[in-house]
């Protein structure tokens, strides 16, 4: 058997309390990765810690609320972890924000204000800051989990009543080709993940469970998660991979 997929690589997950973030945590950590786990919600951001060190080396936690953070504070999360592993292998942006489906027209700007700059400003301040960190690694990887609000209900629904949110993911969408496009073929690579419809906290204030049947557990998508931030993942370097297209074809 040959070594874990993500053996001694340091892997920082952006939203790691969540469906999502957190199943991804464990996978990284069974995996072999030193996981650091951003997040806002403390008291879940420990249930994850003990899950995540029960499958791997000690994480480190890191509670920061994207809303409220500065460029400043996303500095100094990469400095601290400079000090203490020296470089950054991985970013997983799985942090997000949505309220509910509402017509753009009705949308409180406050809710719109908000679901763009968590889902698109933050996710951009926090890869920013650790590029340099990121820099420092023979392998490093930013994966944005991102979202396709356009292909929900009709072929013309335009992803109608997603708002912020989903302006949010279409700008993502641009941001993965366009950043790799000026890192170069040598600087860290950047790619997206596009889950299938996963049954979590955000989409159940969009759907109701029992009328939402393609929906499928987040840690379905956990080893892809850890995929992507391998070696193994080097052939999506500024692409995005969508697990719903794959599975149509």
């Known amino acids: 058997m040959g070594q874990p997929m993500l053996q001694d690589r340091v892997i920082l997950i952006a939203g790691a309390a969540g469906g999502l973030g957190s199943a991804a945590a464990v996978a990284c950590a069974q995996a072999g990765a030193n996981v650091i786990l951003l997040g806002r919600k403390v008291r879940a951001l420990n249930r994850v810690y003990e899950d995540a060190k029960a499958a791997g080396p000690d994480p480190m936690l890191y509670p920061l609320d994207l809303e409220g953070a500065t ?3 996303y500095d100094q999360l990469a400095q601290a972890i400079e000090a203490e592993y020296g470089h950054l292998d991985g970013l997983l942006h799985c942090a997000a924000e949505f309220k509910a489906l509402t017509p753009l027209a009705h949308t409180d700007p406050a809710d719109f204000a908000r679901a763009i700059h968590v889902d698109l400003t933050a996710r951009w301040w926090l890869t920013q800051a650790c590029l340099p960190v990121l820099a420092k690694s023979d392998a490093a990887v930013a994966l944005f989990v991102l979202d396709d609000p356009l292909r929900r209900g009709s072929a013309d629904a335009a992803g109608a009543f ?8 279409s700008a993502q969408a641009t941001l993965v080709p366009m950043l790799q496009a000026e890192l170069g073929a040598s600087g860290p690579r950047i790619s997206g993940l596009r889950p299938g419809p996963m049954r979590t906290g955000l989409r159940s204030r969009a759907y109701q469970l029992n009328v939402d049947p393609d929906a499928r557990p987040a840690a379905d998508y956990a080893a892809v998660c850890v995929e992507l931030l391998s070696r193994a993942g080097a052939a999506w370097r500024g692409k995005i991979k969508d697990m719903q297209a794959d599975a149509s074809h």
Do not use: E, H
Not at 162 to 169: D, P, R
């Open 71 to 73: 460029p400043d504070d």
């Open 162 to 169: 997603w708002g912020g949110y989903g302006l949010a993911q």
